[in-house]
């Protein structure tokens, strides 16, 4: 894995009216033909992203929509994908022309700005540029010519600015240590583990620890107990894969700080708070409620699936009865969530921090309690307590 993935990059999304430039605008940030440029109106239709090192800020995520007044038959459809791109919004460049605003772009800024979400105003002039930043409606507004490529450079410095000052880089789990012994990471081999690499947030914990000047000793369940016997020090976190929690906490002396990599992704990610009020709700659960399983990707289902299999039993074994399952992968989470009693998430390890709060939020809006694999699995191995200890010793 060479290049930092989406999740973690900051997202910028472009948006604006049909043909005012912004295919034009992401080529010519990125210096290359990622987006289809016509004279026609609507030429974009689905979002298009694109990952880039943007100078002088590093790696983003650029994020073409289709056009707000699009009117074709499919229009309506476009600006709700548009809407969808833009919950995972670390900043949002609308783009206008000189003198025509249209009402749905300011609307969709005011909608960010109560995010805490930073905008800018792009005036994509056909001619020569005026140069001179400003502000127009309450948005640092600059003006380009896209096709010439004039003002682009210093958009990106206005970018640039805009994300060193509202993109925050949290720590995974740097944070928390102190350097007082190793951090132990256990991560099984078994049919689940992809042929000949670690997992994301394996390889994202792994780099946090180095980032932090820390020492990471990785090792397999069944090997843990010998590496403890050979450890001078004893660790001073034990990482482990949700899945593994309960061999990894017999296998530990009952007081080490134990965690998992979805409990550090979720605090991560999201609130950690919202998904432990989350599996509080299992116990409310009855026979044949709605339970909605979302899933940040597509993936083959398992033998012993997580999502498919493992979630479903455990809930099913506490309630004592079947309950009705649905499940979402992708970016489906837009679907009437209200009409479930409980919201099982993934370690949402291919969605960024935005997105996953704006799912927090939503299932919050719709009073439906929300968790993730990680808070229920501890929840259900008797040590979810245990587990948010470190996270919360800070
Ligand atoms: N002269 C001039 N033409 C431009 C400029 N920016 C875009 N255009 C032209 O305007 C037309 C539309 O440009 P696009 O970049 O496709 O516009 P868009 O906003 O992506 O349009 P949709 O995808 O339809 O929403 C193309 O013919 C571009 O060549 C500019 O700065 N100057
Ligand atoms: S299903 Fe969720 S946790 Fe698993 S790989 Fe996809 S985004 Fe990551
Ligand atoms: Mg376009």
């Known amino acids: 894995m060479n290049k930092a993935p989406q999740a973690v990059r900051p997202h910028v999304v472009i948006l604006g009216r049909c043909n005012v430039g912004k295919s034009t605008l992401i080529n010519a940030l990125c210096e290359q033909n990622v987006a289809l440029v016509s004279a026609q109106p609507g030429t974009t239709t689905d979002p298009v992203s694109k990952s880039m090192e943007l100078l002088p800020y590093g790696p983003v995520v650029l994020v073409d929509t289709a056009g707000l007044d699009d009117d074709t038959p499919l229009g309506k459809e476009r600006v709700k994908l548009t809407e969808r791109a833009l919950r995972k919004a670390d900043l949002a460049l609308l783009v206008v022309e000189v003198h025509a605003q249209h009402p749905l772009g300011q609307e969709l800024l005011a909608r960010l700005t109560k995010r805490g979400v930073p905008s800018l105003v792009v005036i994509n002039c056909h001619g020569e540029i005026n140069g001179?930043?400003?502000?127009?409606?309450?948005?640092?507004?600059?003006?380009?010519?896209?096709?010439?490529?004039?003002?682009?450079?210093?958009?990106?410095?206005?970018?640039?600015?805009?994300?060193?000052?509202?993109?925050?880089?949290?720590?995974?789990?740097?944070?928390?240590?102190?350097?007082?012994?190793?951090?132990?990471?256990?991560?099984?081999?078994?049919?689940?583990?992809?042929?000949?690499?670690?997992?994301?947030?394996?390889?994202?914990?792994?780099?946090?620890?180095?980032?932090?000047?820390?020492?990471?000793?990785?090792?397999?369940?069944?090997?843990?107990?010998?590496?403890?016997?050979?450890?001078?020090?004893?660790?001073?976190?034990?990482?482990?894969?949700?899945?593994?929690?309960?061999?990894v906490a017999c296998i530990l002396p009952p007081n080490s700080a134990l965690t998992s990599f979805s409990l550090l992704m979720a605090r991560y990610k999201g609130d950690l708070q919202a998904l432990v009020r989350g599996a509080e709700a299992i116990v409310d659960l009855r026979p044949l409620d709605p339970v909605l399983i979302v899933e940040g990707c597509t993936h083959h289902s398992q033998e012993d699936d997580i999502g498919r299999v493992k979630v479903p039993r455990l809930l099913e074994g506490r309630t004592g009865g079947k309950l009705r399952f649905t499940w979402a992968s992708g970016p489906n989470f837009t679907a009437t969530i209200s009409d479930y009693k409980l919201i099982v998430h993934c370690g949402a390890c291919m969605i960024n921090r935005r997105e996953m709060m704006a799912r927090l939020e939503q299932a919050q809006a719709a009073g439906v309690p929300i968790v993730n694999y990680g808070v229920l699995l501890a929840h259900f191995a008797g040590i979810l307590e245990r587990s948010l200890a470190p996270l919360l010793r800070k």
């Open 132 to 247: 001179a930043a400003r502000e127009d409606s309450g948005y640092p507004t600059i003006e380009v010519n896209a096709l010439t490529g004039q003002g682009v450079r210093e958009l990106r410095e206005h970018i640039a600015a805009a994300l060193k000052s509202g993109y925050e880089e949290l720590p995974l789990v740097r944070d928390i240590l102190t350097g007082k012994g190793p951090v132990v990471l256990v991560t099984p081999i078994d049919k689940a583990a992809p042929k000949g690499r670690l997992i994301l947030p394996q390889v994202q914990v792994l780099r946090d620890i180095l980032d932090g000047g820390g020492v990471a000793i990785v090792c397999r369940e069944t090997e843990l107990a010998t590496v403890l016997t050979q450890l001078s020090t004893p660790p001073e976190l034990v990482i482990t894969d949700s899945q593994v929690f309960p061999q």
